[in-house]
Structures are given as structure tokens and as C-alpha cells.
């Protein structure tokens, strides 16, 4: 059936014009192959087996249809896992069956500062990416349901936005391995909302972002009631040198986890810097010095939350591969790197790069070395709508990660292709 499906609106994927309506469908088939040997974090042999495979499939198709200022979009995404079985790494962010992640309205051009207004459910990418983005890599999707509003003014594009972020279900483990489907929906106690925005050049991005959250009978929260500001800001220099430095900080309160056991609200103070400085070496080859570092906690019993909770960011494109492999989250971490990107031509890109990874906090006496990494990636595009992937990382792990039942050094390996349409 749904090669069927497939082969029908494929047959479509092209533009309709009919008396001013514009109507287009498009969308994407992926499927990737994954293998891990020892896995990165500590573990027990009961709990997660030594190599882990996994073979992930995803499906988009969306709709598009534009009539004078309305246009109105409709995607589905259908996101499966196979081969691993009972991994506990395995989650709705690589499961979620037959989808719909986007389904909106827009009115366009209200006026000579209001751009447009939005109402339904979207995907969303601001800036880098880094406090809220539509998956790449990863296997599922990012969703919320809301309104937003585009403005500009003065050279700058503003998005204000009130919304209510998408909960992917189902939630326990056997249903997730078993590519079971059940409905997502939002909740009324879980809020994002703000403004974001971006100068004409796109050298400065300022995310102001608010997530309020309390516990419900249908939701279980950290009652996240948390304020991030972001300042990002490139610069190209010298005619072919670039840099670029994020600043995130984040305070509020929460609690320590999501039991409802945990009654106890803590102030939060943490904070985010990303930054690197590179340089354009040829025609096709950008090498750069890269830098990340987030907060972190070594003292879960005191009064203060310093752990960085990137909301509902990506990590892919700092910290290596996600998925199966899992990388490293976006909090308590040092890591300074360098990466080497090279066209070789039209159709084949490279990417090299080495991360050294330390934890930015300890308890007294604890290890802190995560270890080095590197990473490598090769694409190509075989044909206009065909590319295929070839990539992988290789973790000599540190004192802070020899420990559990595999402490070997982490091998990854993956293998790919995406037909676009």
C-alpha cells in the first residue's frame, strides 16, 4: 500500500496551475544503515548489547497550495526502526509512524511591516539551529502546534510565536521497537513561545525564547518554567576567513527530573558558547577551529540547576552522528575541534573532523576526560534527485568513560541514501 501511495504522488510531484492556484507536491524517500560497536556511555551487558545494528526508514510527502496571499501546507512523515531490538537507545526520536507534521494556514503580505501570520502545526528552523530545529540527520521529527506572526522593520526579520510543542507517542519501549502507530498531540501545560530574529545580512541572530511547563494526569514535566536568550553573530574578515560566536544563556526553574515523586522547584542558571574561526583554503575546501562548551551539574542535592537544556535543539552538526550512536548532549560538556569540509566537485563533498571532549563539571575526585573523536562523512549525489552517504566515528574513550561493560573505544559506522522528489 504504501508503494503505492509512493508511486502516486511521486507522479504528481510537480507544479498545478489553475486559474491562480498553484498546487505542488514533493517529499523524500531515506533509508540508512546503521552499526555500532561498543557503545559510548557506560552500561551493563542486561541492559545493552555489545554491537547494536539498526536499519531506520523515513518517508515525507508534502503538500503545498498557494492562492493569492493564502497558502496552506500538509506533510506527512512516516519515520520506522528495524533490526535493533530491545535497545534501550531507541526512542519516539527514531520511531513515529505515519505523521502528520506539518498542517497550516498562511496569509501573506498584511502589510508593508507585517510579512504574514501562521496557524496550525509546523516544523521550524531559527538560526543555527541549536535551540530549535527541523531534524536532519535524526530520524523523527520536531513539531509544534500555535501561531506565529512574521514582521520586519528596519532591515531586521522578526518571528513572534505562541506554541505548544507536539508530545511523539507511543512511549513505551515495545511499541517504539514494534513501529506501533499512535496519534501525537500537544498540551495546554506545556508552552514555547517568543521572538526571534534576524539581521538583513544575516550576520545577527537574537533568539528570546520562554518553555512553561507544570505536570497534568496525561503529562509527567520537569515544570520547566525557563527563559533562554541567545546572541549569535558572523563575520567574514580578510576576504576569505570567517568566524562566528553563539551566546546562550538560560535561568528559571525546574526540577531535577520529571517523577512526580519531585516536588522540589530549583533555580536555574546555565549558560551555552558556541564558537569557531575558519578559513577558506581553496575554491572547494573551508577548514575551522571550532569550540563548544555548556554548563553543566556535578551536584544534583543542592538548590541550583546548572545542567544547559538546549529545548528543542539539534546536536548533529556539533557532536557527531545521533541515532544509534547517540554523541553527546548539549550540556556539561568542553569540547574544542577542527573540521575540514572539500567539494571535490559538483557531486562528491567530504567532511573530516576531530572533537577532544571533556565534562566542564565533576564531583571532586572524578575523571573528566570524555575522550577524542573523529568523525568523517562523504556524499554524493549520483543523480539530480538521488544522493547517497557514507560516514561513521571512532571514539578513543577517556577516563570518565572506561567504565561499565564495554569501555573499547566506540567504532560507528553508517550508510545511506535520500531520493528526493
Not at 211 to 222: F, G, I, V
Not at 253 to 258: E, T
Not at 273 to 298: C, L, M, N, P, Y
Not at 310 to 325: E, M, N, Q, V
Request: aromatic share 12%; no cysteine.
Amino acid at each position: 500500500m504504501a508503494s503505492v501511495l509512493l508511486v502516486a504522488i511521486t507522479s504528481l510531484a510537480m507544479p498545478i496551475n489553475a486559474e491562480g492556484l498553484n498546487v505542488n507536491v514533493s517529499g523524500s524517500v531515506r533509508a540508512r544503515y546503521e552499526t555500532l560497536n561498543n557503545p559510548i556511555f557506560p552500561t551493563r551487558e542486561d541492559i545493552r548489547p555489545q554491537t547494536n545494528e539498526r536499519l531506520s526508514t523515513r518517508i515525507r510527502l508534502k503538500g503545498e497550495a498557494v492562492y493569492q496571499n493564502w497558502q496552506a501546507v500538509a506533510e506527512i512523515e512516516d519515520s520506522r526502526a528495524y533490526l535493533d531490538e530491545n535497545d534501550p537507545t531507541l526512542t519516539s526520536s527514531q520511531v513515529n509512524t505515519l505523521e502528520p507534521i506539518q498542517f497550516y494556514i498562511t496569509y501573506k503580505g498584511i502589510s508593508k511591516y507585517l510579512d504574514g501570520v501562521t496557524i496550525g502545526r509546523v516544523t521550524l528552523d531559527h538560526g543555527s539551529r541549536r535551540l530549535i530545529g527541523r531534524t536532519r540527520f535524526r530520524n523523527a521529527t520536531n513539531t509544534f502546534e500555535g501561531a506565529l506572526v512574521d514582521a520586519n522593520w528596519s532591515g531586521w526579520h522578526f518571528r513572534g510565536f505562541y506554541l505548544l510543542p507536539v508530545s511523539r507517542f507511543p512511549l513505551d519501549a515495545a511499541s517504539i521497537d514494534d513501529n506501533k502507530r499512535a496519534f501525537d498531540k500537544s498540551f495546554s501545560n506545556r508552552k514555547f513561545f517568543g521572538v526571534y530574529a534576524e539581521s538583513q545580512d544575516n550576520a545577527w541572530k537574537i533568539h528570546s525564547y520562554w518553555l512553561k511547563e507544570s505536570d497534568s494526569h496525561e503529562l509527567a514535566t520537569k515544570d520547566r518554567d525557563l527563559y533562554t536568550l541567545s546572541v549569535d553573530y558572523s563575520k567574514t574578515f580578510l576576504t576569505k576567513w570567517k568566524y562566528n560566536v553563539e551566546a546562550i544563556g538560560q535561568t528559571g526553574q525546574a526540577r531535577q527530573s520529571a517523577s512526580t515523586l519531585d516536588i522540589d522547584d530549583k533555580d536555574v542558571t546555565a549558560w551555552m558558547v558556541h564558537g569557531h574561526v575558519g578559513k577558506q583554503i581553496s575554491d572547494s575546501t573551508f577548514v575551522r577551529a571550532e569550540i563548544d562548551a555548556a554548563s553543566g551539574d556535578d551536584n544534583s542535592s543542592d538548590n541550583t540547576i546548572r545542567a544547559f537544556d538546549s529545548l528543542y535543539g539539534l546536536r548533529r552538526f556539533d557532536f557527531g552522528p545521533t541515532d544509534a550512536y547517540q554523541s553527546f548532549p548539549r550540556s556539561n560538556i568542553l569540547a574544542p575541534g577542527l573540521r575540514i569540509v572539500t567539494n571535490l566537485n559538483a557531486a562528491h563533498a567530504v567532511m573530516a573532523g576531530y572533537k577532544g571532549l571533556w565534562l566542564h563539571r565533576v564531583a571532586e575526585g572524578e575523571d573528566d576526560f570524555l575522550g577524542h573523536q573523529f568523525e568523517f562523512r562523504w556524499r554524493y549525489k549520483a543523480l539530480a534527485p538521488l544522493a547517497l552517504e557514507l560516514g561513521g566515528a571512532y571514539l578513543v574513550k577517556g577516563k570518565a568513560l572506561e567504565t561499565g561493560a564495554y569501555p573499547g573505544n566506540a567504532m560507528y559506522a553508517y550508510t545511506g541514501f535520500i531520493y528526493s522528489f
